[in-house]
């Protein structure tokens, strides 16, 4: 990578979808500057996971930023609420589940975006995906293209038109197969990604929450391996097992 790149501040949350975006970001020739947050989220395994992707993949730099949101709770990933488990894929189609973390997506962009300023970049990365998942309402397009036109409002940068910053998701219209392809491709080594919303304290996936879920179906249908570690035994109830 030549030092002098054009930069791009990239979300790294250590899962799946962000370590992609983030071998997106750099296949398209930017000096990536990985940006995680650590949220007191209940699966800080992610945090490693973050460390171990931002390496792997050849981040110039990799900042961990500590904003704790259980001060607000709010979330089944932030407070003492239970994790879903084992839900179908129809179901959890149906509305916005309590593992949505308020207004997650526009704190992490508001903080990528001051961080953008900074290193003089105008090209945030997110790795966002609006088909296989929930109705998280901060992961749709719509969002990301109003997060764009606040970022050119709100900031130095941005008022003296020294560029226009642009809010980049390209997972955004994806399946979970398309992106663990596209990821492959790219040289993404999933194994050291993280993605259970709910693991043992190894670290070990759990294999039910909606994230593990969604993640096996995705390599399922990529007819990819899949990498994960899971704890204990299989546990996905199949046969009504
Ligand atoms: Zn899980």
Same mark, same amino acid.
């Given at each position: 990578?030549?030092?002098?790149?054009?930069?791009?501040?990239v979300?790294l949350?250590?899962g799946?979808?962000s370590?992609?975006?983030?071998?997106v970001?750099?296949?398209e020739?930017?000096?990536c500057?990985?940006?995680?947050?650590s949220?007191?989220?209940?699966?800080a395994?992610e945090?490693? !996971?973050?460390?171990?992707?931002?390496?792997?993949l050849?981040?110039?730099e990799?900042?961990?930023?500590?904003?704790?949101?259980? !001060?607000?709770?709010?979330?089944a990933?932030?407070?003492?609420?239970?994790?879903?488990?084992?839900?179908?894929?129809e179901v959890?189609?149906?509305?916005?589940?309590?593992t949505?973390?308020?207004?997650?997506?526009?704190?992490?962009?508001?903080?990528a975006?001051?961080?953008?300023?900074?290193?003089?970049?105008?090209?945030?990365?997110i790795?966002?995906?609006?088909?296989d998942?929930?109705?998280?309402?901060?992961?749709?397009?719509?969002f990301?293209?109003a997060?764009?036109?606040? !970022?050119?409002l709100?900031?130095?940068?941005?008022?003296?038109?020294?560029g226009?910053?642009?809010?980049?998701?390209?997972?955004?219209?994806l399946?979970?197969?398309?992106?663990?392809?596209?990821?492959?491709s790219?040289?993404?080594?999933?194994?050291?990604?993280?993605?259970?919303?709910?693991?043992?304290?190894?670290?070990?996936?759990?294999?039910?929450?909606?994230?593990?879920?969604?993640?096996?179906?995705?390599?399922e249908?990529?007819?990819?391996?899949d990498?994960t570690?899971?704890?204990?035994? !299989?546990?996905?109830?199949?046969g009504g097992?």
């Amino acid at each position: 990578m030549s030092p002098d790149a054009r930069p791009a501040v990239v979300l790294l949350s250590g899962g799946l979808d962000s370590a992609t975006a983030l071998a997106v970001a750099r296949g398209e020739g930017y000096r990536c500057h990985a940006l995680t947050i650590s949220y007191g989220q209940r699966h800080a395994a992610e945090l490693e !996971a973050a460390r171990r992707v931002a390496a792997a993949l050849g981040a110039a730099e990799h900042r961990v930023v500590s904003l704790d949101l259980r !001060a607000f709770g709010g979330s089944a990933l932030t407070a003492d609420v239970p994790v879903p488990r084992d839900r179908p894929a129809e179901v959890m189609a149906q509305g916005i589940p309590v593992t949505y973390v308020p207004a997650r997506n526009t704190v992490f962009l508001a903080l990528a975006l001051g961080y953008a300023e900074v290193v003089g970049s105008f090209d945030i990365f997110i790795g966002v995906n609006a088909i296989d998942y929930s109705g998280y309402p901060d992961c749709r397009p719509e969002f990301i293209a109003a997060f764009e036109g606040l !970022a050119n409002l709100a900031t130095k940068a941005g008022v003296e038109g020294q560029g226009r910053f642009r809010v980049h998701a390209p997972l955004v219209q994806l399946a979970k197969a398309d992106i663990i392809r596209l990821g492959h491709s790219l040289g993404v080594d999933y194994g050291l990604t993280h993605s259970c919303y709910d693991p043992a304290p190894d670290g070990a996936a759990c294999g039910r929450c909606d994230s593990c879920l969604l993640r096996r179906a995705g390599f399922e249908a990529a007819g990819l391996p899949d990498p994960t570690r899971y704890a204990g035994p !299989a546990r996905r109830p199949e046969g009504g097992g």
